[in-house]
């Protein structure tokens, strides 16, 4: 079965920290670029960060940019978010995308465009409160 699963989510006060991971199973991720998104209560869903396939590009919104972190370790499977000065509207259900293709080798995907991921993960609630 091919899937993604997010863990790492929690309950975190502002100006804390937490680190988000996105495993693969059942397929590889080398050929595939990755992206987190999130979902806030009673708003659409938005993407937050993009990695190519080879960890060389990364893209951030303009919201978590300086704050997140995206990194990818193909030998483990698995995409991270780190993600620090959290704040309250941080509050939401993180998911991870795979996109394959040799477009992503170079160049990390864009956010904008949820069609072009292949696989999405369940998701992970984040919760930044006091």
């Known amino acids: 079965q091919l899937q993604l699963v997010e863990s790492g989510g929690g309950l975190v006060q502002p100006g804390g920290s937490l680190t988000l991971s996105c495993a693969a199973s059942?397929?590889?991720?080398?050929?595939?670029?990755l992206a987190w998104f999130r979902q806030a209560p009673g708003k659409e869903r938005e993407g937050v960060s993009s990695i190519s396939s080879r960890g060389s590009v990364t893209h951030y919104e303009y919201s978590v940019k300086g704050r997140f972190t995206i990194s990818k370790d193909n030998a483990a499977n698995t995409v991270y978010l780190q993600m620090n000065s959290l704040k309250p509207e941080d509050t939401a259900v993180y998911y991870c995308a795979a996109a394959y293709g040799s477009s992503w080798y170079y160049q990390s995907p864009s956010v904008a465009e949820e069609a072009i991921y292949d696989y999405w993960g369940q998701g992970t609630q984040v919760t930044v409160s006091s």
């Open positions: 059942g397929f590889s991720l080398d050929h595939y670029a």
